[in-house]
């Protein structure tokens, strides 16, 4: 097991842990007090970590999406959706106000484009609940951003797809469908705020010869209430 | 109090804690257990509520940015910046490996892209540590989605500004700014997930007479260790 942890980066008390919960195959036990681990255990433990560190999943979450990558009869069009519940951050079934302002406006968005998108896809209630913030805290202009994102959503699906598509073999692409949903947000996110960096300099360029502020003047860690 | 408490559905102990702690500021006196409270105070609540409760700003975070709000002289460019620093899931400065394999990646990206983007900007670490990940996954394909993600934040980032550009006067477009760029990342990542279904519909339709897992096995709430 030292051996395992020294390969794969990951402590052996949290190694115990993922075996204890399941996460990973116990290995071929050599003698009383040694088991052997194979590229198979490192791969996989790296894979847990990579969901858990970066990707923010929960164990119950993890085991799931390990699931989804185990099942080799399942869909690979449902371990997209697998894989986006296991995700933070989604929106709980019953907040869906399907009723809402943000639903009829994302439900309008996807009949303009032409998507026929289940009711269950996790991504309704959280695209309909911004819609619905823009519009109590009085930005309704922001609701007009819609269609570049659902264009820029399709360009990125797109990519996920071939790069799932181009994979060797069925568990690489199911890997491939749970490690690019989990960590694609983030990417999109990073890519954002360079993007808006380079627009807002179009929009509105910075008067010559102001400084501009060093460091924010707040620590993003502190608690909230 | 209560009566602003009702106006702006916050329970009146949240707003004497916003009021103790900066977030908003105080009514005027009418008599010694009176104040007055303006549609200001409702429009500030409101905000302050949705930065914490949808963009998951910490009060220091929400603090900084409504400095950026109400600082008549700061170039709208830089609220950008602001507004992104204070977004939890940012990369501490000191996790940047600059030399890292990631950071060369989104390097050569945004220079074959023509994009001047300053070594401050936290998307640059957000988008690095995805793609060392991918890299470290064993899943290096997914680094060919670079071009389109960025392609895609592109698209967004132009609505972004041209929605601030769109606002009436200065402090509505500062709000814009904050807003859109706090909400605009869950509003992408909800339409990425209908995007995925349609697009996972195209190349892996589903076998006819499949019946779809009705839910997932997991609760995302349970806690990590």
């Given at each position: 097991m030292s051996e395992l942890s020294e390969r794969s980066g990951v402590a052996v008390p949290s190694i115990k842990f993922y075996l204890r919960e399941g996460l990973l195959?116990?290995?071929e036990h050599?003698?009383?007090?040694?088991?052997s681990y194979s590229d198979e255990h490192v791969q996989?433990?790296?894979?847990?970590?990579?969901?858990?560190?970066?990707?923010?999943?929960?164990?119950?979450?993890?085991?799931?999406?390990?699931?989804?990558?185990?099942?080799?009869?399942?869909?690979?069009d449902w371990a997209f959706g697998l894989a986006q519940r296991a995700i933070p951050g989604g929106v709980p079934e019953q907040e869906a106000h399907a009723g809402s302002r943000g639903h009829a406006e994302?439900?309008?968005?996807?009949?303009?484009?032409?998507?026929?998108?289940?009711?269950?896809?996790?991504?309704?209630?959280?695209?309909?609940?911004?819609?619905?913030?823009?519009e109590r805290l009085g930005h309704e202009r922001l609701i007009d951003t819609l269609p570049a994102y659902l264009r820029a959503a399709e360009l990125v699906a797109e990519a996920d797809l071939a790069a799932v598509a181009?994979?060797?073999?069925?568990?690489?692409?199911?890997?491939?469908?749970?490690?690019?949903?989990?960590?694609?947000?983030?990417?999109?996110?990073?890519?954002?705020?360079?993007?808006?960096?380079?627009?807002?300099d179009d929009y509105f360029p910075t008067p010559p010869g102001a400084v501009p502020p060093t460091e924010l003047e707040c620590d993003p860690e502190e608690g909230t209430p």
């Open positions: 195959a116990s290995g050599t003698s009383p007090n040694q088991a996989r433990l790296r894979l847990v970590r990579a969901l858990i560190d970066v990707g923010g999943l929960s164990v119950s979450g993890v085991r799931a999406v390990l699931a989804a990558v185990d099942d080799t009869e399942l869909p690979l994302v439900q309008q968005a996807l009949e303009h484009a032409g998507w026929q998108i289940s009711a269950a896809n996790p991504g309704r209630a959280m695209a309909a609940r911004v819609i619905d913030t823009y181009d994979a060797p073999e069925r568990a690489a692409m199911v890997e491939t469908v749970v490690i690019g949903t989990v960590l694609g947000d983030s990417l999109l996110a990073g890519l954002r705020r360079m993007a808006q960096e380079r627009a807002s």
